[in-house]
């Protein structure tokens, strides 16, 4: 019986997520041994390189490398390799939240029970397999140099009202998400889809208006920025305040009606070839010292009880959290894809689109 105990036990810890009884420091230890730590993500390097910098300075013994690219690229290139047996990288950490979803549906996450995850909300922690790392607002912005004052809007519906207007001034100048290249893009407006009757009428009159389309964040905000588009809608909000930061004409716009929270979601594959590295770097980012560097970097913190963003603080009865769990894997049903981007391009698509 006591062999028995003995053979059946490391599966029964390895089912519950536990990674023996040492704790963080035996996880540390591990992790030093291993020695490597490989991150793919969509992140911009600059916005966390303060975090990676720290992480390194506590760990000299982990050489990490930080590849980043696109959320889609990186969803494709992990199912890849899990149907090839490839080398996987240590830790998945994208904001394509109903793609790192789909994974751990899939069967491709490692289970780790962080102890940070007790300062979590029940939001931002899918089985102990996705970990939400920020909750970030999605914002609209407007150059102030171009836009008057009678035609600024503080909500959706304020920003269909503008939109309707058709002031010659946004004809071929207002911006989003292709949300046919960019899966982010896709996920907010799903989002707003489900949130607000009105998102549709929105897209309508974006194109209408001659809508121009960008695979990220940073260049439609970067297009209003530069004056090319006078309006920019459902861009993620620390790139906006960092853009402000560095130009005064851009504007933020927290919509007042309601505002979509969502998260970088980190995933630790199953077959990570350095899975104590990966948990020891998880526990980092959920820590009060690893938000802190991204709270620093205009990015809100996940945990209730760090500092809200003062540029982004938004009244509780405004937030909308994208939850992180099963719900966003509709998402990726392929019929319900095909039907969205239809009606996406049939909204958007040049000479086709009318308003109601």
Known sequence: ???????????????????????????AARAEREGQLVIWSSTDRPVVGELLA??????????????????????????????????????VWTSAMDLQIKLVNDGHALRYASPQGSALPSWANWKSEAWGVTAEPIVMVYNRRLLPADARFGSHAELLRVLEARL??????VATYDIANSAVGYLYLSQDVAASRLAWPIVRALGVN????????????????????????????????AERRRNPDVAVVLPADYTLLASRIAVIPRTAPHPDAARLFLDFLLSREGQAHLAARGMPSVRPDMPPVD???????????????????????RLTREQFLREWARSTGEGRARLP
């Open 54 to 91: 720290d992480f390194r300075a506590r760990h000299p013994a982990i050489r990490l490398r930080y590849v980043e690219m696109p959320a889609l690229p990186i969803h494709r290139l992990v199912q890849d390799r899990a149907r090839s047996g490839g080398t996987m990288p240590d830790i």
């Open 168 to 173: 010659p001034l946004l004809r071929d100048r």
């Open 210 to 241: 001659g809508v121009r389309k960008f695979p990220t964040s940073e260049q439609v905000i970067a297009d209003v920025s530069a004056g090319r588009s006078v309006i920019g809608y459902n861009v993620l909000g620390s790139y906006a305040v």
């Open 1 to 27: 019986m006591r062999r028995l105990f003995a053979l059946v036990m490391p599966f029964l810890l390895a089912a519950c997520g536990a990674v023996g009884g040492d704790g963080p420091a035996g996880v």
């Open 311 to 333: 540029a982004l603080t938004i009244p509780a009865t405004s937030q909308r959290a994208i939850r992180v769990g099963p719900a966003l894997l509709v998402l990726q049903d």
